[in-house]
């Protein structure tokens, strides 16, 4: 996983969970340098940012679930500021984002590294009045409570209220989860 992702993780932890000794205690935790440094570009074992996750789960005494989707909600609209260069015009809302980012950001981002192994997401706006779109998800990470939380966090992000339901999913044996988002227009 690219360094980027830590460095929100990083981010979120602190803001949100009580500052750099909680960050550093985490590490710890995790098996790693209380105060390892993580590079944006580089790309880390998968299993680092699970261990921290798993670590955070249980100081919380939340599942790693409920973890994974409040990150993914305070990373969405982070994703959104980082990546803007790649995105410029298609950031109006969720619903513009999610289907461009799916199909051209991984492609631009990871075109010079070939040994990368993105997620695949997709979605597709179901209707004109843009009130339903499902998004598709698969990776060999299985985080899709990471995404459900970045749908989220998308909506607060865009002032939107959004309905996210997951109906299928890779943990109960699907090939790829799937999530019916519907915005609700007021």
């Known amino acids: 996983m690219y360094g980027v992702m830590f460095g929100f993780l990083k981010e979120y932890v602190v803001k949100n969970h009580g500052g750099d000794e909680t960050w550093r205690s985490l590490l710890k935790e995790a098996g790693q340098s209380p105060y390892k440094i993580y590079f944006a570009t580089k790309d ?15 100081a919380l005494t939340l599942p790693i679930s409920a973890v994974l989707e409040d990150f993914g909600s305070y990373v969405g609209p982070r994703l959104v500021e980082f990546y803007h260069p790649y995105i410029d015009g298609h950031d109006q ?4 984002v999610v289907p461009y980012a799916g199909g051209h950001i991984h492609d631009l981002i990871h ?8 997620p695949q997401l997709s979605a597709e706006v179901l209707d004109e009045e843009r009130t339903a779109m499902e998004v598709h998800y698969k990776s060999h990470r299985m985080m ?13 992000h865009f002032g939107e ?3 996210i339901n997951e109906t299928q999913c890779m943990h109960s044996g699907a090939e790829k989860c799937k999530f019916m988002v519907t915005k609700t227009i007021e």
């Open 44 to 58: 880390y074992p998968d299993e680092e940012i699970v261990a921290i996750a798993t670590a955070a789960s249980k």
């Open 93 to 96: 809302d969720t619903f513009s």
């Open 111 to 118: 075109k010079h590294n070939p040994d990368r192994k993105p």
């Open 144 to 156: 899709c409570s990471v995404v459900r939380g970045v749908l989220r966090g998308l909506g607060e």
């Open 161 to 163: 209220s959004l309905h």
